[in-house]
């Protein structure tokens, strides 16, 4: 299959962000992908959703198919050889994401399906154990909504309170705002690291050291954090961190739910059966501690493997020279976007991840991405999950292109002439 012309013609340096250092070998990266390498319509794909899900280097592929063929099993259960092999490869995915988070211990890791699951593991675990008619927990109004169902939820069932932190035009967090909801009835502040919707980064240290002055813990939603940049957890000082596999370029079906060991093993289980057990009659019984009390059943060993590679692969290009590298992308993004008559940027905040999404005049979003897709270049349209902060900026939905550590200026360039006939068609 043909490499995207747009790509093959241009030299690393051409193609690096500014802040990029020589070490960060754009085509290199990208040939570990094998999908960057096909053509849609006959078109080099151009891939800019990987907010939604990224795609996955050929080491993460390679090593789920590995599983399969050499040592597949269950795992913790059986005394042969295969099932030794898988323990100890899942086990060790569990201590590669306890290390790429910083988590002082790995019984802090609980695998999930993702980081839906995540928060409403702890939602019904920690929020069903401790939180009462009356206790408020606090969220922002630009939450995925896997991080506003869960809560409302709760708020039926036991009568809590939600409160919304706002955000002001540009889709910055308000924090004054957020500091006059703060109050000793506060118990948990769920928010989002940085939106998915808008690339807002949220000042989460700042956010974490008032709740904790206030006695509340701190959730933070981080599947747009961690794919592009570091994360340190002690370092945070929070509570509970989540997040997806699937956009960190590992496998769909695994996510991660860490939470600090004293507090997880006060919670309890969400769901029961298997592994998760210390023993059973059917008078009692007592449940293992974390990070197993929290995964009952056979849980997803390949993907959680996978995960354990994707991990190493960031790592080794380095999480700093990936942030670097996607701010140069979104600065020139933002310039060439600026450029298109009739575009509007929605979300323009002081501190911003690689996503933007974007608003073109006179053409219905699901228009522009069906146009832009003819011309090879995936970007998402629609509400994001996130239909609150839609009606903040007062629309139904959003063109959005979220970059990955492979996307190019050059792709940028592509997705900037695709508007450009999109807006040529409609207008
Ligand atoms: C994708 C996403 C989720 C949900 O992740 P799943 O993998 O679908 O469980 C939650 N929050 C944010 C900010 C996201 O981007």
């Known amino acids: 299959m043909n490499k995207p012309s747009n790509v093959v013609e241009m030299t690393p340096e051409t193609n690096l962000g500014d802040n990029s250092t020589a070490a960060y070998d754009i085509e290199k990266i990208r040939a570990d992908f094998p999908i960057l390498s096909r053509e849609v319509y006959g078109k080099p794909l151009v891939y800019l959703d990987n907010g939604a899900s990224a795609q996955k280097p050929r080491q993460v592929i390679d090593a789920i198919s590995e599983v399969f063929e050499q040592y597949y099993s269950n795992v913790h ?27 002082p211990s790995e019984n802090e890791i609980i695998f999930t399906r993702g980081a839906t699951e995540s928060i409403n593991l702890v939602a019904h675990s920690w929020g069903r154990t401790f939180l009462k008619a009356g206790d408020e927990v606090i969220i922002s109004h ?107 370029y590992g496998p769909t079906g695994i996510g991660v739910l860490w939470g600090r060991e004293d507090l997880l093993n006060s919670m309890t289980p969400y769901q029961t059966g298997g592994e998760m057990i210390s023993s ?26 996978g995960l354990g590679v994707a991990i190493d692969y ?90 990955g550590l492979y996307n190019t200026r050059g792709e940028v360039d592509a997705l900037v002439d695709a508007l450009e006939e999109t807006r040529k068609f409609f207008g």
């Open 77 to 103: 259960r059986g005394v042969h050889w295969t099932s030794q092999q898988s323990t100890t490869a899942f086990e060790g995915g569990r201590s590669k994401v306890a290390k790429f988070l910083n988590a």
């Open 142 to 248: 630009m939450e995925h909504h896997a991080n506003i169902v869960p809560w409302q939820m709760l708020r039926q069932e036991l009568g809590i309170d939600l409160k919304v932190v706002p955000i002001d035009d540009d889709g910055n967090f308000m924090f004054d705002e957020y500091e006059n909801l703060l109050s000793p009835k506060t118990k948990l502040v769920a928010v989002t690291h940085v939106s998915n919707a808008l690339g807002s980064v949220v000042p989460v240290k700042d956010v974490i050291e008032k709740a904790h002055a206030q006695g509340a813990l701190v959730l933070l939603d981080g599947c747009q954090a961690v794919p592009h940049a570091a994360v340190d957890v002690q370092d945070l000082d929070v509570d509970f961190y989540v997040f997806s596999g699937h956009k960190l």
């Open 280 to 305: 059973v009659t059917f008078e009692k019984t007592t449940f293992k501690k974390a990070p197993h009390r929290f995964e009952a059943g056979t849980p997803a060993i390949a993907e959680a493997i």
């Open 314 to 403: 960031v790592q080794a290009i380095g999480l700093d020279n990936i942030a670097a590298h996607e701010h140069g992308v979104l600065q020139y993004a933002t310039e060439r976007l600026l450029t298109i008559e009739g575009l509007k940027i929605i979300g323009t905040a002081k501190e911003k991840a690689a996503i933007i999404s974007f608003d073109l005049d006179g053409v219905h979003p699901h228009d522009l991405g069906t146009f832009v897709d003819r011309a090879g270049v995936a970007v998402r349209v629609g509400h994001h999950c996130a239909q609150p902060v839609m009606d903040r900026f007062g629309v139904a939905a959003t063109a959005r292109a979220s970059f």
